[in-house]
């Protein structure tokens, strides 16, 4: 009984996570794939323009993944502020959200640890 006024309450909310997670995955395969390429410093490039794997390239890339990531997880809890911002008190919203937060942080992650 529980579950199911928890998943009335808050269908909508979990419908916005799971589509804005779904696209975050997307940006971020995208941006890693054209846009990141073109922030690798030469010193970190081999001489046919393809990236070095080893460890500072690397960390290089993990570091631009780490920003963009941030940037994202920053946009989904300003997003999930507001939407909470009708059904709940000031500091029950702040926490479902910082908690929605450290979940994305996780699940970008562990996207990062698959991709490399």
């Not at 395969?29 to 001489?47: G, H, Q, R, V």
Request: overall charge positive; proline content about 2%; some cysteine.
């Amino acid at each position: 009984m529980i579950t199911i006024i928890f998943l009335r309450r808050y269908f909508f909310y979990i419908i916005i996570n799971i589509v804005y997670q779904l696209i975050a995955f997307w940006i971020l395969i995208y941006l890693a794939y054209t846009f990141n390429d073109s922030l690798i410093p030469e010193s970190l490039k081999w001489k046919n323009n393809a990236p070095r794997d080893d460890f500072f390239a690397i960390g290089f890339q993990a570091l631009i993944f780490m920003f963009e990531a941030t940037i994202l997880t920053l946009l989904i809890y300003i997003i999930n502020s507001l939407v909470l911002s009708d059904t709940h008190t000031k500091e029950s919203r702040f926490i479902i959200a910082k908690r929605t937060a450290i979940i994305n942080m996780i699940v970008f992650a562990g996207f990062f640890i698959c991709c490399i």
